[in-house]
């Protein structure tokens, strides 16, 4: 089968049914047993799958629906990477003028070590459920450090930073391994710094942090190139450079011209899911530095709003795309996940069924294929 991006795609997260997070809530709470919640959660996965598929997805995840956010779950399956329950200095905002945080700084307190499998199990189940291809996305490690940088990682635990990455990427690549043996053909790397980078706002905040964000965006491309350095040539890898997404609101404004050179031309991925819903994402021109050989999942279709694109507007789009990059390279996605947090973004599931179904849609009008 062909490998990933795919002509239709998306980028993992789903809307948690109302069962589930109950059955979270019970769980937290010791009104339930874990094994009661994981019969939950094996359920609604399934019935997520068959929603994807039904939908003519080619990539399938589990919604997500075993984490509570897209990557506090998975870092902290690290030994020495720990939740503070404390908020970052930016924070999300929506087109009501609403903000929120989500209480999800992580720092770094002793050796990062993978002293078992993180999310290894999570994939196992999924791959038995689907007969499509069994997508599994992990969060860059780089967002953890851009929220504070040197400040986040103790200096007794690591006084040489080089150190510090380097375990970094040791535990990354035996989770790649891990997963590949486990049959995985496609994993997406999630990633907020790149886009966080393009905001003038959090690009102040992280000099005052100490950190240079001139030079972090080709710094994080190297750093993210370790992470997947010893996958094989037939495992697909991608790479999802999110604006924040939480319950329909968002972190970050601006355009990828501040990092498209490092990110395009360094980041050693098959492809790259960037977001282009709206004005906050600025235009198509940085598309021009993306290689030939490596493909754009250009994301049309808000995970935000409930409105529903006309198939002409992204049409359109995609015809203003093609000015800075072939059709050949190019593909549609959604632009963020749906629940990128457990609360899950302001629409219903069956607005997310109809907004999967039109990326397939427009795929196959536009490409001829969803795949």
Not at 193 to 216: M, T, Y
Not at 312 to 334: F, G, H, M, N, V
Request: aromatic share 8%.
């Amino acid at each position: 089968m062909k490998k990933g991006p795919f002509r239709a795609d998306h980028v993992g997260s789903l809307l948690r049914p109302e069962e589930l997070k109950q059955a979270r809530l019970k769980a937290q709470q010791g009104a339930i047993t874990k094994d009661a919640l994981r019969e939950i959660e094996d359920r609604r996965i399934r019935d997520v799958v068959k929603l994807q598929e039904s939908a003519g997805l080619t990539s399938i995840t589990d919604g997500e629906f075993r984490r509570a956010m897209w990557h506090t779950d998975f870092l902290t399956g690290f030994d020495g990477i720990v939740g503070t329950q404390s908020q970052y200095a930016a924070k999300f905002q929506g087109k009501d003028g609403s903000t929120a945080e989500t209480r999800s700084m992580l720092v770094v307190n002793d050796k990062v070590r993978r002293s078992r499998p993180i999310m290894l199990d999570h994939f196992k189940y999924l791959k038995s459920v689907t007969s499509k291809v069994a997508k599994f996305c992990m969060p860059a490690a780089t967002y953890l450090h851009m929220r504070g940088g040197r400040k986040v990682v103790d200096e007794k635990a690591y006084p040489d930073m080089a150190e510090f990455w380097a375990d970094v990427a040791t535990g990354y690549q035996a989770e790649i391994a891990d997963l590949v043996t486990a049959g995985a053909t496609y994993i997406q790397i999630d990633d907020v710094s790149f886009a966080n980078l393009c905001d003038a706002n959090i690009r102040k905040q992280v000099a005052n942090d100490g950190e240079d964000p001139e030079k972090l965006p080709e710094f994080y491309a190297r750093v993210i190139n370790t992470l997947i350095a010893r996958r094989p040539p037939d495992l697909a890898v991608t790479l999802h450079t999110c604006r924040g997404n939480h319950e329909s609101m968002w972190m970050a404004s601006g355009g990828y011209d501040p990092v498209a050179e490092a990110v395009f031309n360094i980041v050693e991925v098959d492809g790259f899911f960037l977001e282009f819903d709206d004005e906050r994402s600025g235009g198509f021109a940085p598309l021009r530095y993306v290689p030939r050989g490596k493909k754009v999942v250009l994301g049309l279709v808000s995970s935000k709003v409930a409105a529903l694109e006309s198939k002409d507007t992204l049409k359109r789009r995609i015809d203003e795309a093609t000015k800075y990059i072939s059709l050949d390279q190019l593909c549609l996605s959604p632009q963020c996940g749906f629940a990128s947090t457990s609360g899950g973004n302001k629409i219903t599931e069956d607005i997310e069924r109809r907004k999967l179904e039109l990326v397939v849609e427009m795929a196959t009008d536009v490409w001829g294929s969803a795949v």
